[in-house]
């Protein structure tokens, strides 16, 4: 069974632009959860989707949206980027009624 | 809201056993996940632990006591492949979204 894949692994943009990064969950895998990991906050979560609905949400500014399509695969964007949007993004696909979550290898974005 | 801590780094020699803590401050606790990260690579499933006490898999032993918010993850034999991140997290309310602790990066030496 394939794992989470996300691409691009490595981005680097300029102050203002947009980006859209994608991941395809485990096939069967209908729950994708996206997240930010930077040296000093950790893992924060962005946002959930089931189903093509947006189920839960954290606590990111509006520049920082997403969407799932109906094969389940999610893209996320975020427009007007910022220097501390630098990080690497994590896309985490879950089995309906499973335990854990399976992680991508990440997009490293680096903003220029 | 959550709270999550964890020691910000350990190291360990090779061959011996560690203890990474992980204590919490949650309403509605559900369970509590471990992950290993590596450097530059996605973190992958350790262990998930609903009930109190201890599951053990192999070298790795994980230890839950909701009571007391708190958790550790016991590394047995270290091995230096065994250096990496380990990340805590939390669900707890209604939703399965984990919360992360910032993690706990381990360094094993010979």
């Known amino acids: 069974k394939a794992g989470v894949t996300q691409t691009p692994r490595y981005l680097i943009k300029t102050r203002g632009q947009q980006v859209t990064l994608s991941c395809s969950p485990i096939s069967g895998h209908r729950s994708v959860s996206w997240y930010q990991q930077t040296p000093g906050q950790g893992l924060q979560f962005l946002f959930e989707y089931f189903s093509e609905t947006q189920r839960n949400k954290g606590n990111f500014p509006g520049r920082f949206s997403g969407r799932q399509f109906s094969n389940s695969r999610s893209e996320m964007n975020v427009s007007t980027l910022e220097l501390g949007d630098s990080a690497l993004y994590l896309c985490?696909?879950?089995?309906?009624?499973?335990?854990?979550?399976?992680f991508g290898s990440g997009t490293r974005l680096t903003v220029v | 809201g959550q709270n999550i801590d964890q020691p910000t780094e350990m190291t360990a020699t090779e061959g011996a056993i560690v203890q990474i803590n992980c204590t919490y401050q949650t309403s509605g606790f559900n369970g509590l996940f471990w992950y290993q990260q590596h450097a530059g690579e996605a973190p992958t499933f350790l262990s998930y632990?609903?009930?109190?006490g201890l599951e053990e898999k192999g070298r790795f032993s994980s230890f839950l006591s909701r009571s007391k918010g708190y958790s550790y993850l016991l590394l047995k034999e270290l091995q230096m492949k065994d250096s990496a991140s380990y990340l805590c997290?939390?669900?707890?309310?209604?939703?399965?979204?984990?919360?992360f602790g910032r993690g706990t990066s381990l360094i094993v030496h010979p």
């Open positions: 997290a939390v669900i707890s309310g209604g939703s399965y979204i984990p919360t």
């Open positions: 632990n609903v009930l109190d």
């Open positions: 985490a696909s879950r089995e309906t009624g499973g335990d854990g979550y399976t």
